[in-house]
């Protein structure tokens, strides 16, 4: 994809006129791009069609000339999308658009690439596809969150331990953990609508480098396209590759929370946790012993985090060192973003469906909620009793390691016990060793009380509405 132009004669190649001879094979092998760029082409012959107008608007083109190639373009695209497969000569998607539309049209071809280069051609097509699989990824991202809320309403009034360090800590609704992983997918959402709006800017009618020699109107462009700013500085606009950048950032953030969610989910499967039971659909077997069952949607889904990291660094590694305007190393960056995308595109309904078809088993859970677990609410009850956190911290522990050393849970401490460590205990203290009443405690906004979580609730609902 560079700035030469259409050669004489009747090879399709869009430069090479200054050469006495045709590429070597090597560099043709490490040049061509088409096995890459091929899924262009929807965009291509889009911002083709536009271009063709604005010719005519500007007094290159006739209005019929106009017609003719907008006409032609349309059965480019009716004989792609039917099958027509790359030739050896096609370099690229705008080689092979180029040579199947002189097919269709004749000589009035050669007129389109008047006044724009495949710098600004690739950069428009390559944004428009952006826009495209952002809005795709976004539409996925909502499914994986409806599950999550369902799973949440059936979580509501369940109880299970939330954990720090990964040892047991506080006990929560298991609707409220459920949710923990909800926010980040709306924050993944935010990201992607920013890197959409990135690479919603226009740079077709840049040119090569220095913007088109004719008078094309960039903002009717702009306006027919579908995007929402025309780029101001024409060497910025053909080798900007930050909106490729932003969207793979937000594809990493989105593989890290991916990560997570599965991580929680393959430790509440395993057998020493038991929360959960992977459905059929969505689990394997091995092929040495019956009796497994393997979460294996949710591993990748863990390992493709990794991913979408080396897609974002190998495009930052390569733009980092290139100096302003359009450089070949750039073919490079839709390897990248299609990688990432091809590879969340697979993994975001794979992990909806392994986590809408486990069940969660309520009862385990609750049973892993221990007495100790409740040692912040006793140490909140004394300091409701104007004892102060300090000296509450140190009563509390003093009990969590007196039952502890006895092997017993908290509950079966005698009252001496409790009197011992401090005198403000009372009888009512039993009460505060319930799950249920220590998360009474805690309706403060964003938390995991009964009418916060509602609330919580109802807010993530607003959110996909």
């Known amino acids: 994809m560079n700035d030469q132009q259409p050669m004489a004669g009747k090879s399709h190649k869009l430069w090479g006129g200054r050469f006495a001879g045709g590429p070597a094979p090597e560099l043709e092998a490490v040049n061509r791009s088409i096995d890459v760029d091929f899924r262009l082409w929807p965009f291509d012959v889009q911002l083709s069609k536009a271009w063709a107008v604005a010719l005519s608007n500007a007094g290159v083109l006739t209005s019929e000339e106009s017609k003719e190639l907008g006409f032609g373009l349309d059965e480019v695209a009716r004989r792609i999308q039917a099958g027509v497969t790359p030739e050896a000569g096609d370099e690229d998607i705008h080689t092979l658009v180029d ?12 007129r389109l690439h008047t006044g724009r280069s495949r710098n600004d051609q690739v950069a428009t ?28 309403e059936s979580l509501e009034g369940d109880v299970m331990p939330a954990y720090t360090h990964l040892q047991r800590a506080q006990p929560v609704s298991g609707a409220h953990w459920m949710l923990s992983h909800f926010w980040p997918l709306e924050r993944d959402r935010r990201r992607l609508a920013a890197a959409a709006r990135a690479a919603a800017v226009l740079p077709l009618g840049s040119g090569a480098i220095a913007g088109s ?73 091995s092929s040495m012993m019956p009796q497994k069952r393997n979460p294996d949607a949710l591993e990748l889904a863990r390992g493709s985090g990794a991913r979408m990291l080396g897609d974002l660094v190998a495009l930052l590694g390569t733009i980092k060192g290139l100096p302003s305007g359009y450089n070949k190393d750039l073919q490079e960056d839709k390897r990248s973003l299609f990688d990432a995308v091809d590879g969340m595109t697979l993994l975001l309904p794979a992990v909806a469906g392994s986590l809408g078809t486990l069940t969660f088993k309520r009862e385990r859970m609750k049973s892993a909620v221990t007495s100790s677990m409740m040692a912040t609410d006793l140490a909140d009850y004394l300091v409701r009793k104007r004892v102060t956190f300090r000296e509450a911290h140190g009563a509390v522990g003093r009990l969590v390691k007196e039952a502890e050393d006895a092997g017993i849970e908290m509950t079966e401490l005698p009252m001496s016990a409790f009197k011992a460590a401090c005198s403000a205990f009372d009888d009512d203290v039993m009460q505060e060793l319930l799950p249920a009443t220590s998360l009474s405690h805690r309706n403060v906004a964003g938390g995991t009380g009964p009418a916060s979580v509602r609330q919580q609730l109802e807010a993530a609902k607003a959110s996909l509405a």
């Open 213 to 285: 020699a004719f008078p094309v109107n960039r903002t009717v462009l702009m306006e027919t396209l579908g995007f929402q700013a025309v780029s101001p500085n024409s060497i910025d606009a053909v080798g900007d590759r930050d909106f490729i950048a932003e969207v793979l950032f937000a594809l990493s953030m989105l593989g890290a929370h991916l990560s997570r969610l599965a991580e929680d989910l393959i430790l509440f499967g395993s057998s020493e946790f038991g929360f959960v039971r992977y459905g059929d659909a969505f689990s394997t077997g």
């Open 99 to 110: 040579r199947l539309l002189h097919e269709v049209v004749g000589s009035v071809a050669s």
């Open 125 to 152: 097509a390559t944004r428009l596809w952006s826009m495209s699989a952002c809005a795709r990824l976004d539409a996925m991202i909502r499914e994986l969150q409806q599950v999550m809320i369902t799973q949440a």
